[in-house]
T-cell receptor
């Protein structure tokens, strides 16, 4: 089964540290999404790429978050500096334009102390 | 912009009970509708989807959902739940002008007592 791979699975860090989460979309998929899951907010869209170009990152705090796709096989989500309120599970999902179905990765659980 | 509401945040059922989880969306145009499930400690998995055609959609593990356009609803049902259905369920909507972007509801946490 093709799958979306996310690393790290779990990350515990201290406030102020930089955190980078990585996502390998399914080969051939041209859309990539980053979602954040918290108890209070549920699933929130952070960023959306199509053909590696960012289309929507309005849900992302711009002062500390950044999302990039250096190439078609890698998407990154960076937080610098991290804060305790960033503690959440971050999901990456990929899809193919027109196919309308997203495949989610296993998530990266971030804990900021 | 579209939004999705899931009315029940927590549901507790005994095994063999029937399940219905509500989902309503707000968007006036054409939508695709999805239910995703997240089992404890696992990632989101697609349970079922509606694109067009028969509004009663059957998914995996005995789940089904009915799209009622006039009510902007896409409720999830299962006639008889099992302990293994304990999970969090997310309804999601994709507007026809939103690419692959999904808007999720807040999720419903289902606990099935053995």
């Amino acid at each position: 089964d093709a799958r979306v791979t996310q690393t790290p699975r779990d990350k515990v860090t201290e406030m102020g540290q930089e955190v980078t989460m990585r996502c390998q979309p399914i080969l051939g998929h041209n859309t990539v999404f980053w979602y954040r899951q918290t108890m209070m907010q549920g699933l929130e869209l952070l960023a959306y790429f199509r053909n590696r170009a960012p289309l929507d990152d309005s849900g992302m705090p711009k002062d500390r978050f950044s999302a990039e796709m250096p190439d078609a096989t890698l998407a990154t989500l960076k937080i610098q500096p991290s804060e305790p309120r960033d503690s959440a599970v971050y999901f990456c999902a990929s899809g193919l334009t027109g196919a309308n179905v997203l495949t989610f990765g296993a998530g990266s659980r971030l804990t900021v102390l | 912009a579209q939004s999705v509401s899931q009315h029940n945040h927590h549901v507790i059922l005994s095994e063999a009970a029937s399940l219905e989880l509500g989902c309503n969306y707000s968007y006036g145009g054409t939508v695709n509708l999805f239910w995703y499930v997240q089992y404890p400690g696992q990632h989101l998995q697609l349970l079922l989807k509606y694109f067009s055609g028969d509004p009663l959609v059957k998914g995996i593990k005995g789940f089904e959902a009915e799209f009622i356009k006039s009510k902007f609803s896409f409720n999830l049902r299962k006639p008889s739940v099992q302990w293994s259905d304990t999970a969090e369920y997310f309804c999601a909507v994709r507007a026809n002008n939103a690419g692959n972007m999904l808007t999720f509801g807040g999720g419903t946490r289902l606990m099935v007592k053995p």
